[in-house]
């Protein structure tokens, strides 16, 4: 029998410690990053034919009350932040209650921290809601600034929305925004110096991403690639760039821009991976927990959440599955094998 969901009164109640989850190689995981749909209103060339991809069946998808449960669970287990990811966050209709029900609920160390990635396209309506609801950060995906080429890459014309979404996130008073963009070589790899400055001038953080091999036609190409060095080398033409320091978990090497207080990131996922500081697991809009962007297996919480399954044997598939997590995603192994899942079925 399926368990009932609590209410927001007894989900915001702290939950008692069950043990971190922590992997076999010493990793401590504190990030969990949510894909509430798979569903996409762009259909970015990187990510997915102009057909789109087959839909996950909407019955498969997780619940808001699964979703609030999971979470719960994963904050009892030293989970500390949240990162609601898609396809699409916004795209999902009770995506404000989600963020409100998430923020509510409280581990160790007091509130799970509430972040999204989108691409900004309904933030104008959606801004001041999520801000009131507890969404404390929100990352936002601008490749590009001209009109024409954004029509290109997203296969939608619909550049101007995502700077009313940037400028509504401003408003509502998220900080920092971060701007993340995809060079790729041909396409957008002349416009760093002008990413980054727009990005400065609004007082939000460029984080420039090696493109990864998480396309749905598989076409993905290391040669091709723009590298995080070369990125870094383009951008030291026209600013000065100082090395911040260390950056634990974070996925971004980051750098003043002019002596600050502006900032850079890149993130050399392919080049530079930073698996061994890792400290993030995945769960799909399906209900599948997956340990690593780029794992071929999934641990099937669906099946949990809809049968008999109490919290504990919830834990225990999370703790059995970090347990599995391999030292490295192996992009450089010679028997390395994209994902079947696109990015957009995997969540960011």
């Known amino acids: 029998m399926l368990r009932s969901s609590p209410s927001l009164d007894s989900a915001s109640k702290r939950v008692p ?35 789109g991809v087959p839909w996950l069946a909407k019955g498969n998808i997780l619940t808001t009350d699964e979703l609030e449960r999971v979470a719960r669970v994963a904050a009892s287990l030293g ?45 104008p309506q959606l801004a001041g809601e999520l801000a009131a609801a507890g969404l404390a950060r929100v990352n936002i995906s601008i490749d590009t600034l001209r009109p024409e080429r954004f029509a290109e890459l997203t296969r939608r014309d619909r550049l101007d929305d995502v700077l009313d979404g940037i400028d509504a996130a401003r408003t509502a008073g998220f900080d920092p925004i971060k701007l993340n963009a995809v060079p790729m070589r041909g396409v957008n790899d002349d416009e760093l110096v002008d990413l980054l400055r727009f990005a400065v001038a609004r007082g939000a953080e460029l984080r420039f991403i090696e493109q990864m091999p998480l396309d749905a036609g598989h076409v993905w190409s290391r040669v091709e690639m723009v590298r995080g060095e070369e990125i870094l080398k383009r ?3 026209a600013f000065r760039l100082t090395p911040i320091g260390e950056r634990g978990a974070a996925p971004a090497e980051r750098f003043l821009v002019d002596d600050g207080p502006a900032t850079v ?47 504990d044997a919830i834990a225990e598939l999370m703790r059995r599955c970090i347990t599995g997590k391999r030292a490295g995603h192996g992009i450089d192994d010679e028997g390395f094998l994209q994902p079947d899942r696109p990015m957009s079925a995997i969540g960011g």
């Open 17 to 51: 410690h069950r043990g971190a989850l922590v992997d076999r190689f010493g990793r401590v995981h504190r990030d969990l990053r949510i894909s509430l749909t798979d569903r996409c209103s762009l259909r970015c060339t990187y990510c997915m034919p102009a057909e």
């Open 235 to 237: 951008l030291s033409a």
């Open 79 to 123: 989970i500390t932040e949240v990162r609601l990811t898609g396809g699409e966050p916004l795209l999902r209709p009770d995506v404000v209650d989600v963020v409100r029900r998430m923020a509510r609920i409280e581990g160790e160390q007091g509130p799970l921290e509430v972040s999204m990635t989108t691409n900004a396209l309904r933030l």
């Open 265 to 311: 990131g890149v993130i050399a996922s392919v080049t530079a991976p930073f698996c061994g500081a890792c400290d993030r697991v995945r769960l799909t809009a399906d209900g599948q927990l997956r340990n690593c962007l780029f794992a071929r297996e999934e641990s099937d919480l669906l099946a949990l959440l809809r049968g008999d399954a109490d919290d």
